[in-house]
């Protein structure tokens, strides 16, 4: 059935009046307490039935250089403050040295462990989610601001100060003993190399000694064979020249008989014989000419003949002969060989080695009390806490009471826009009915009693 009726146009829910909402909550404010009470209730049951968490902290800060003065004044090790706090908090983060704390005091983390769990599967809840490690700015460090910060959250019933106050010791005590190792092994090594050295100038100290005695050797062998060779060729000259002497003897022997020259003479005293058979003058000669040998005359020249006939040898002859044999005799043994082979402390001899001997005496007497050497600073030790950090129960039930009104309220609005829609639907239909007589006959018929 047509119609050229139009309804009104309905009011836009977009035109909210603040105030009237403000009005239907005020309304509906049993509504709002309800929710706000129903929510405050469930948190306040959260907050104090959730267990509570509690958290403390220690920091540690380079140690003071003289903390560390024995150390580095090893001169083999060295460690400066703020290396000591960066490898401290290296092991203070490693899996390792946290696991191995975990299984050395198992009695402290008997909370932490559940059933049906691995002892590292245990460790690995707590490792992920109770112990946390605190850097500075890498930006903005220097000497004042260098720290490691170590927080522990823990359940009520563990000790949370016994575990990080002894993780921190177990850290710093295990760092001591690999710098006691690692200061060890560099000792070992430095001993072992200055050893080396030592035993490669005592071999380069013996190499020394048998070149200097083979070549002392080589020299007196070398110089004994020289002046035998001049022995025996000086000897060989002595008896050729003594050979020669005789044939000259010989010669002037037959010169002399043949002149008759019995006695030694001269050659103005043999013209004169010739000429006088006797004669009581002295004569004087001097001329410049050798005497002929056979002026000796012949009873002269055979006894030297004789006589170097019957010698055996012409050592006598020559004073050189003499100083070879001294020259040999004294080559007989050398006193700088001698000397060196009846060398006792050898050691005492070698070049070169008296810094490394005064470093290996000084190595060998290196002793660093390790149990006193403070690594770093504990700035700040974990004290028991005065209350738990989590939950905070004021804070979880005022939250809670808000969010339960604000819940409230939305319930409440909702409920007022709602009502609001239909009351304008209601209108709008209501303001059809005079205008429309077929519509008012046909909601009759649908409204008459049956």
Same mark, same amino acid.
């Given at each position: 059935m047509s119609s050229s009726f139009r309804a009104p146009p309905i009011p836009s829910s977009d035109d909210i009046d603040l105030i009237a909402l403000f009005q239907a909550i005020w309304k509906q404010k049993k509504l709002v307490l309800a929710a706000t009470a129903s929510a405050g209730l469930i948190a306040a049951i959260y907050a104090f039935l959730t267990p509570p968490q509690y958290e403390v902290s220690s920091v540690l800060r380079p140690a003071a250089i003289n903390e560390l003065d024995a150390l580095n004044r090893s001169e083999i090790y060295t460690l400066p403050p703020g290396d000591a706090l960066v490898r401290v908090g290296a092991l203070l983060e490693s899996y390792d040295t946290r696991l191995g704390f975990f299984r050395s005091n198992q009695k402290l983390f008997k909370a932490f462990e559940q059933p049906g769990r691995t002892l590292e599967q245990s460790f690995e809840e707590f490792n992920r989610n109770s112990i946390e490690l605190i850097l500075p700015d890498p930006k903005h460090v220097n000497s004042l601001s260098a720290y490691i910060k170590l927080e522990l959250s823990y359940p009520k019933g563990v000790d949370g100060v016994a575990i990080l106050n002894g993780f921190v010791d177990y850290a710093i005590a295990k760092e001591r003993e690999q710098i006691a190792a690692d200061l060890g092994v560099i000792v070992k090594n430095r001993l072992s190399e200055l050893k080396g050295k030592i035993d490669a100038a005592r071999s380069s100290y013996e190499v020394d000694k048998e070149a200097r005695i083979a070549s002392l050797r080589e020299t007196d062998s070398l110089r004994r064979a020289q002046l035998q060779d001049e022995l025996k060729a000086l000897r060989t000259q002595l008896k050729t020249g003594r050979a020669d002497r005789v044939a000259q003897l010989n010669e002037a022997i037959g010169i002399a008989k043949s002149l008759g020259i019995r006695k030694p003479s001269t050659p103005s005293a043999l013209g004169e014989s010739?000429?006088?058979?006797?004669?009581?003058?002295?004569?004087?000669?001097?001329?410049?000419?050798?005497? %002929?040998?056979?002026?000796?005359?012949?009873?002269?020249?055979?006894?030297?003949?004789?006589?170097?006939?019957?010698?055996?040898?012409?050592?006598?002859?020559?004073?050189?002969?003499?100083?070879?044999?001294?020259?040999?005799?004294?080559?007989?043994?050398?006193?700088?060989?001698?000397?060196?082979?009846?060398?006792?402390?050898?050691? +005492?001899?070698?070049?070169?080695?008296?810094?490394?001997?005064?470093?290996?005496?000084?190595?060998?007497?290196?002793?660093?009390?390790?149990?006193?050497?403070?690594?770093?600073?504990?700035?700040?030790?974990?004290?028991?806490?005065?209350? %738990?950090?989590? %939950?905070?129960?004021?804070?979880?039930? +005022?939250?809670?009471?808000?969010?339960?009104?604000?819940?409230?309220?939305?319930?409440?609005?909702?409920?007022?826009?709602?009502?609001?829609?239909?009351?304008?639907?209601?209108?709008?239909? +209501?303001?059809?009915? %005079?205008?429309s007589p077929t519509m008012v006959g046909s909601d009759a018929g649908l409204n008459k009693p049956q």
């Open positions: 010739e000429r006088n058979g006797s004669s009581s003058v002295m004569r004087t000669e001097i001329n410049n000419q050798q005497i %002929p040998l056979y002026f000796m005359g012949v009873e002269a020249l055979e006894a030297e003949r004789a006589v170097l006939m019957q010698r055996k040898s012409d050592d006598f002859t020559e004073g050189r002969i003499a100083q070879i044999a001294k020259e040999l005799q004294l080559l007989q043994s050398n006193r700088e060989i001698e000397v060196l082979n009846r060398r006792e402390n050898e050691d +005492l001899f070698l070049a070169g080695v008296q810094p490394v001997r005064a470093e290996e005496a000084r190595l060998r007497k290196l002793s660093i009390d390790m149990s006193r050497l403070k690594l770093v600073t504990i700035d700040e030790q974990a004290l028991e806490p005065l209350r %738990p950090v989590k %939950p905070q129960k004021a804070l979880i039930i +005022l939250l809670g009471l808000i969010l339960g009104g604000f819940f409230g309220a939305f319930i409440a609005v909702i409920r007022h826009l709602v009502k609001t829609r239909q009351s304008q639907l209601q209108s709008a239909a +209501l303001s059809v009915l %005079p205008n």
